[in-house]
């Protein structure tokens, strides 16, 4: 599994436009082949900053995501909104630690 992190900070103009983008898609973002989580979250220091999290089956699906119209109507409505360049990796879960361990 592939966690696939976004994190991006938006022109105060521009929250409210992200936000409606956002939930508008994210119902097709989770159902898109291969993607088995997603969540929105939001920066509590630096205003303005949101943050995805999502995870993915693997690379090759998280990059069939990346070609689709899907992303391509999503991220190019996103990316005009953005104050500074967004940061995005990709990590897989290295250690598990169960809660009340």
């Known amino acids: 599994m592939l966690i696939r992190i976004v994190r991006m900070?938006?022109?105060e103009s521009g929250v409210e436009t992200f936000l409606t983008v956002f939930h508008r898609h994210k119902n097709e973002i989770r159902n898109f082949e291969g993607c088995s989580h997603l969540e929105l979250l939001k920066d509590v220091d630096v205003p303005h900053t949101y943050i995805t999290y999502s995870?993915?089956?693997d690379a090759a699906a998280l990059e069939r995501y990346r070609q689709s119209a899907l992303f391509e109507s999503v991220?190019?409505?996103t990316k005009?909104?953005?104050a500074d360049r967004p940061?995005?990796?990709s990590v897989e879960k290295f250690?598990?630690?169960?809660?009340?361990?």
């Open 9 to 11: 900070h938006f022109k």
């Open 55 to 57: 995870y993915w089956r």
């Open 75 to 77: 991220w190019g409505r």
């Open 80 to 82: 005009e909104l953005f």
């Open 87 to 89: 940061r995005a990796f």
């Open 95 to 101: 250690i598990d630690v169960p809660g009340n361990a």
